[in-house]
């Protein structure tokens, strides 16, 4: 009964709408369909959100999303994760979390000291580096604070023989420090390639004829 | 009794053990990811053009061959991107950017205070996020707001690392020589690409940074560095 009155009422209003109808100088009337327009329409998914023209709507970025890569500084996982396991493990490990990796990433940095003493017929054991870390906290430093240092105030570099672990620059090369860190002793010139040493401290490489003097984005067009 | 295990290794495996040492910046990295949307390539941070700026750039899915493997390369709607920032010192993210693919365009959110920290992420939708429309190689979009400007889109690779005479030093077959010297070196990414994420983000919006790791791990005596965020980033699929 009460049902019935209601729409009773409804179809009356209705009607009286209609007979009035819109008059010439009805302003509110919403002629095109937009995004600010307060009201769901056209084919948006939400007041004014989803469907062609419209940005999306909050909906569509829900749900959980879970970690499969993880990357601080150049290089650790490759280097130092000796086997696939590891590597995916590493991946998947917090950053506060990986005293479980410490280890094992100092036996790989002996590992490869080793097996190059072999080829030469020598025994070869890591010396510390220029930064002047031994093999354990050497290791404890690239496996438990695997993040770029980022100082927001000074000059930017992972490694520029004055400056340390302030942040990279496209043009930083990470390869000759890294391969120095690891292979150049205290003073960065172990295994350079001069006096009979093999070249382990650089690859050669440079950033070749690569423009990093642009303005934002910074980083050049794609190759062709 | 280690360097003993090591050798008998070495042998069994013919030096195997050296062919993964160090395939690059972290370009196919692991198993698990290498060849996925999800890959991470590279991370940069550095001090923008405006000084009291901040350029945060991570790359994906690299090495992309030129031509039509760059041209049809898409970020992956699944795959959220976060620059994690840690500003007091314990490697957990304070602050994170998150960047996901929507359509057309790359949608930015924060920095803003996680949810919550560690491997699962949300989209931090409490804040309003940025669009920018994802650019082509010749079309090159980019979008500011409050101070920030963004990226997204392929780029040239600025990794460079001679990779293929990696491998060789790394198998001993170029021992004792090891490394070439510049001009013989030859330059495995130098003609290859990557999908870039590039933010600018002023100082101001990261807050104060930390007594740098280093100086707080005892490493280098009080003063030897600056203050410094730590910062990685990372990659989650949607479940």
């Known amino acids: 009964m009460k049902t019935y009155k209601f729409k009773f009422l409804l179809i009356a209003i209705c009607a009286s709408l209609f007979v009035v109808g819109c008059s010439d100088d009805d302003d509110n009337v919403i002629e095109q369909v937009s995004c600010s327009d307060g009201i769901q329409n056209g084919d948006e998914e939400g007041v004014d959100c989803g469907g062609t023209a419209c940005g999306p709507c909050i909906s569509a970025f829900s749900g959980t999303f879970v970690q499969e890569d993880a990357m601080g500084r150049p290089g650790i996982n490759t280097v130092f994760s000796s086997s696939d396991n590891i590597k995916n493990n590493f991946n998947t490990t917090i950053v506060s979390g990986r005293s479980g990796f410490t280890a094992g990433f100092e036996a790989q940095l002996e590992g490869y000291h080793d097996v190059y003493g072999t080829a030469l017929g020598v025994d070869i054991d890591y010396e510390a580096n220029i930064l002047g870390l031994d093999a354990p906290t050497f290791a404890f430093v690239l496996s438990q604070t695997d993040a770029l240092q980022v100082a927001p105030n000074g000059t930017t570099t992972y490694f520029d023989g004055t400056n340390a672990l302030t942040g990279r620059t496209l043009s930083d090369d990470v390869i000759d420090i890294s391969l120095t860190l690891m292979f150049g002793g205290t003073d960065g010139m172990r295994f350079d390639g001069n006096n009979g040493t093999p070249q382990l401290t650089s690859d050669g490489v440079g950033p070749g004829d690569r423009n990093f003097s642009l303005p934002f984005p910074y980083l050049e067009t794609p190759n062709q | ?239």
């Open chain 2, 1 to 239: 009794m280690k360097k003993t295990k090591l050798l008998a290794a070495i042998g069994g495996l013919g030096l195997a053990v050296l062919a993964v040492f160090l395939i690059a910046a972290d370009h196919i990295d692991a198993p698990a990811v290498a060849g996925t949307t999800s890959d991470i390539a590279d991370l940069y941070a550095f001090e923008g053009d405006n000084p009291n700026n901040t350029v945060l750039i991570a790359t994906l899915q690299g090495p992309l061959e030129p031509g039509n493997v760059t041209n049809n390369a898409q970020f992956d709607e699944d795959v959220l991107v976060e620059f994690n920032i840690d500003r007091t010192g314990d490697f957990v993210e304070d602050l994170v950017i998150q960047a996901i693919k929507r359509g057309d365009s790359m949608y930015f959110f924060g920095p803003v205070g996680p949810t919550q920290t560690g491997l699962s992420s949300i989209v931090e939708t409490s804040v309003a996020p940025v669009a920018v429309k994802i650019s082509t190689s010749a079309d090159v979009q980019t979008a500011t707001s409050n101070g920030m400007t963004f990226f997204a889109g392929p780029r040239r690779d600025a990794f460079f690392f001679d990779f293929n005479r990696f491998n060789m030093v790394a198998s001993g077959s170029v021992a004792p020589e090891g490394f070439l010297p510049p001009g013989q070196a030859d330059d495995f990414f130098d003609n290859l690409n990557v999908l870039a994420i590039v933010v600018e983000v002023p100082n101001s919006l990261l807050g104060t940074a930390p007594t740098h790791v280093a100086v707080a791990a005892g490493l280098f005596p009080p003063g030897a560095l600056p203050n410094a965020y730590n910062v990685w980033v990372s990659t989650k699929r949607k479940q």
